[in-house]
């Protein structure tokens, strides 16, 4: 017998959506399909020649003041 979902429970949809993905394809497969539906945002080419020339040191300094 197959088990009752309810529709209006998004979150019961999500939890059962990811089981099944996960059974079906395994836990690195059900990544990668939810990786297909990840459109992103910006123009990563053209940005990354914006990025400022950091040291590591200051990337941690900055990370530690948020």
Same mark, same amino acid.
């Given at each position: 017998m197959k088990a009752t979902i309810n529709i209006n429970n998004l979150v019961e949809i999500r939890k059962k959506g990811l089981q099944a993905l996960r059974e079906a394809l395994g836990p690195a +497969?059900?990544?990668?399909?939810?990786?297909?539906?990840?459109?992103?945002? +910006?123009?990563?080419?053209?940005?990354?020649?914006q990025q400022p020339n950091q040291t590591v040191e200051e990337i941690d300094a900055i990370l530690k003041n948020k």
């Open positions: +497969g059900m990544v990668r399909f939810i990786q297909l539906f990840e459109n992103g945002y +910006g123009d990563y080419t053209k940005e990354k020649y």
